[in-house]
């Protein structure tokens, strides 16, 4: 059981927009910055949003992220079948003093 | 260019203690607010943050696990060394090692460690 509640899939077609929420409490989201991550099969998580909203050189404007009070979006605009891969939310826990992940979403483009 | 990359067994039985290394290139541990932190993956399941230690040698743990973990430093040899007590079948994972920046910014590419007798 995560700490951080995402939904287990999301699905859309080709160059629709997709949004994945992450749901937190005052410990952790409510309090502190959110990141997000992208994860393709077999393959290392990638830093996709820092700081909240924030994109690491390099990653597509495609992407972008909101927070408000003790949950978080990602969004992606423009979906392409690359895009396809798992998501996982994560932010500091202050409860926990440590950092927390979500269970992951599984996007499919359709 | 920043790098991590884990090594250790890829097998351990059950009760054993496990040992990871992680060694990196392209920053140094004693940099102000850096850290390197262990992450792992059950095959299919979601990620699970284990321990972190920062540039000024705090540790920090998971407290699900804390009991079992111990992570420490080699800012000589650019290492950290995560080992976990008690192996269990449960700790079959991948088991990452990252950069802690803002958010764990570098990744490795991970090591598979099955837990079976």
């Known amino acids: 059981q995560s700490v951080l509640t995402q939904p287990p899939s999301v699905s859309e077609a080709p160059r629709q927009k997709v949004t994945i929420s992450c749901s937190g409490s005052?410990?952790?989201?409510?309090?502190?910055?959110v990141n997000w991550y992208q994860q393709f099969p077999g393959r290392a998580p990638k830093l996709l949003i820092y700081y909240d909203d924030l994109l690491p050189s390099g990653v597509s404007d495609r992407f972008s992220a909101s927070k408000s009070g003790t949950s978080a979006s990602l969004a992606i605009s423009g979906l392409q079948s690359e895009d396809e891969a798992d998501y996982y939310c994560?932010?500091?826990?202050?409860?926990?003093?440590?950092?927390?992940f979500g269970g992951g979403t599984k996007l499919t483009v359709l | 260019q920043i790098t991590l990359k884990e090594s250790g067994p890829t097998l351990v039985k059950p009760t054993q203690t496990l040992t990871l290394t992680c060694t990196f290139s392209g920053f140094s541990l004693t940099t102000t607010g850096v850290g390197v932190g262990w992450i792992r993956q059950p095959p299919g399941k979601a990620l699970e943050w284990l321990a972190l230690i920062y540039w000024d040698d705090d540790k920090r743990y998971s407290p699900s696990l804390k009991s079992r973990l111990t992570i420490t430093r080699d800012t000589s040899r650019n290492q950290v060394v995560l080992t976990v007590t008690n192996m269990d079948p449960v700790d079959t994972a991948t088991y990452y090692c990252?950069?802690?920046?803002?958010?764990?910014?570098?990744w490795g590419q991970g090591a598979l460690v099955t837990v079976s007798s």
């Open positions: 994560a932010a500091w826990d202050d409860s926990l003093n440590g950092p927390v």
């Open positions: 005052n410990s952790n989201i409510g309090r502190n910055a």
């Open positions: 990252a950069r802690r920046n803002y958010g764990f910014d570098y």
